[in-house]
């Protein structure tokens, strides 16, 4: 049972265009939810989180975007650099178990210069 | 300023072996977490420690996985008579005590265990 669902293996995007990517979710008990990247043979970096709270918030580059109602989360990236070719995985947490992070399958990214 | 650190970076079993598996947080965190990924997944969480003590173990495997944080030295994730479905990238993450409730998690560069 897929809690945390990324429906989408792959993405390419042209380097200073916006990358969108997609994550949801099933159970209504997350209420924290993060990105992070992760480039090969490394482990996952943190990127951006976002609390139930909120519906958007805003770092740099990176805005993550929480649609409650729908489950649905969304990382942007404006402007795509190819510095940022990796595989993004959101992961969400809640309030039983708030160190339990739930992670999806990942997006692959890759920004084509 | 180290990061998340573990080794072996790679690591080769034959079935039936054991494989250790060693973490060193961050310095001045005192959580531990390991989570493996298999191929094409996400990844999913095994274990939360703190030191000398396991606070979450509810995604181990129930036989011949164990894991444990010393007051002294890494985390050590162990792991008795390999088979091949134990090949997967392990990884390893760090937090200092998590702060109202939520906290970021540092991830090591993982292990990754092949099984022969």
């Known amino acids: 049972d897929q809690q945390v669902k990324q429906n989408s293996p792959s993405l390419s995007v042209q380097e200073g265009r916006i990358s969108i990517l997609n994550c949801d979710y099933t159970?209504?008990?997350?209420?924290?939810f993060l990105w992070y990247k992760k480039y090969p043979a490394e482990g996952p970096t943190f990127l951006i989180s976002?609390?139930?709270?909120?519906d958007k918030n805003e770092d740099g580059r990176f805005t993550v975007f929480l649609n409650k109602s729908a489950k649905h989360l969304s990382l942007h990236i404006v402007p795509s650099q190819p510095g940022d070719s990796a595989v993004y995985f959101c992961?969400?947490?809640?309030?039983?178990?708030?160190?339990?992070?739930?992670f999806g399958t990942g997006t692959r990214l890759k920004v084509l210069a | 300023n180290a990061g998340v650190m573990q080794n072996p970076r790679h690591l080769v079993r034959r079935r039936g072996q054991e494989a250790r598996l060693r973490c060193s947080p961050m310095?001045?965190?005192?959580?531990v977490y390991w989570y493996r990924q298999l191929p094409e997944e996400g990844l999913k969480f095994m274990v939360y420690l703190q030191k000398e003590n396991i606070i979450d173990e509810s995604g181990m495997p129930k036989e011949r996985f164990s894991a444990e944080f010393p007051k002294e030295g890494p985390s050590i994730l162990r792991i008795q008579q390999v088979v091949r479905g134990d090949s997967a990238a392990y990884f390893c993450a760090s937090s200092p005590p998590p702060a109202g409730g939520y906290n970021e998690q540092f991830f090591g560069p993982g292990t990754r265990l092949t099984v022969l």
């Open positions: 310095k001045g965190h005192s959580h």
């Open positions: 992961a969400a947490s809640g309030i039983l178990g708030t160190y339990k992070y739930i």
């Open positions: 976002i609390s139930s709270i909120k």
């Open positions: 159970n209504s008990m997350f209420d924290y």
